[in-house]
Nanobody
Framework: VQLQASGGGLVQAGGSLRLSCAVSGRTISTYVMAWFRQAPGKEREFVSITWSGGSRYYADSVKGRFTISRDIAKNTVNLQMNSLKPEDTAVYYC?????????????????WGEGTLVTVSS
C-alpha cells in the first residue's frame, strides 16, 4: 500500500488549500484514513480522521475550518482547509490504519504518505 500526498503550498492567512492523498495497492474502504501534521520542532499531531462508514472527526484546532472527505472512485482522501492561520504551517501527512480507539495516536497507523508542506504567511 502506498500513499501519496499532494496539494501543499504557500498561502496567505485566511486563504484555502486542498490536500489530496492518493492511495494505491488497496481500496481506501479497507482503512480508517487520517491526516496528521508536524510543525518545525514539534511532534506530529492529529488533524482529522474519516471512517469507512462516513463518520469524521477533527482536532479542536481545525474544527469548523477543515473538511475531510473520501473519493471512493479515485481512491483518494482529501482535506479542504479554509481560513488558514499561520499556526497551520506544517508538513501534512496522510495515514491509513485499522479501526482503533486511540485514533489520534501516530502509532495506530500502518501506512504513511511522504508529506506535503503547507506554509501560511501572516
Amino acid at each position: 500500500v502506498q500513499l501519496q500526498a499532494s496539494g501543499g503550498g504557500l498561502v496567505q492567512a485566511g486563504g484555502s488549500l486542498r490536500l489530496s492523498c492518493a492511495v494505491s495497492g488497496r481500496t481506501i474502504s479497507t482503512y480508517v484514513m487520517a491526516w496528521f501534521r508536524q510543525a518545525p520542532g514539534k511532534e506530529r499531531e492529529f488533524v482529522s480522521i474519516t471512517w469507512s462508514g462516513g463518520s469524521r472527526y477533527y482536532a479542536d484546532s481545525v474544527k469548523g475550518r477543515f473538511t475531510i472527505s473520501r473519493d471512493i472512485a479515485k481512491n483518494t482522501v482529501n482535506l479542504q482547509m479554509n481560513s488558514l492561520k499561520p499556526e497551520d504551517t506544517a508538513v501534512y501527512y496522510c495515514a491509513a490504519g485499522p479501526i482503533s480507539r486511540t485514533y489520534t495516536s501516530v502509532s495506530v497507523y500502518d501506512y504513511w504518505g511522504e508529506g506535503t508542506l503547507v506554509t501560511v504567511s501572516s
